[in-house]
């Protein structure tokens, strides 16, 4: 599914037209976006949790070459399905 067919299925479930429900999932990934770049996390009872932490800079190997090369720290993204989601995935 992609983010038109996620906005369609969005409109049909709650009866609202496509741009409303367009207008909903950008407010709710603006909302997540800004509140992860702050370094909050969003939790979703029974669906999931976004959190944000920081992976150290490393040393990588490049596969092509064999050659030793760093890898910079950077914040990753992560996100752990709650109860209500792992369970209705698994039935």
């Excluded at 800079?57 to 950077?74: C, D, E, H, L, S």
Aim: without cysteine.
């Amino acid at each position: 599914m992609n983010k038109s067919d996620l906005i369609d299925a969005m409109a049909a479930d709650a009866g609202i037209s496509k741009a409303a429900a367009k207008a909903a999932l950008d407010s709710l990934t603006s909302n997540v976006t800004s509140t992860l770049k702050g370094g909050g996390r969003v939790s979703l009872v029974g669906w999931g949790t976004w959190t944000v932490s920081n992976r150290a800079a490393r040393t990588g190997r490049n596969p092509q070459t064999g050659k030793t090369i760093q890898i910079a720290a950077k914040n990753v993204v992560k996100f752990k399905a709650g109860a209500g989601l792992s369970d209705s995935v698994n039935q």
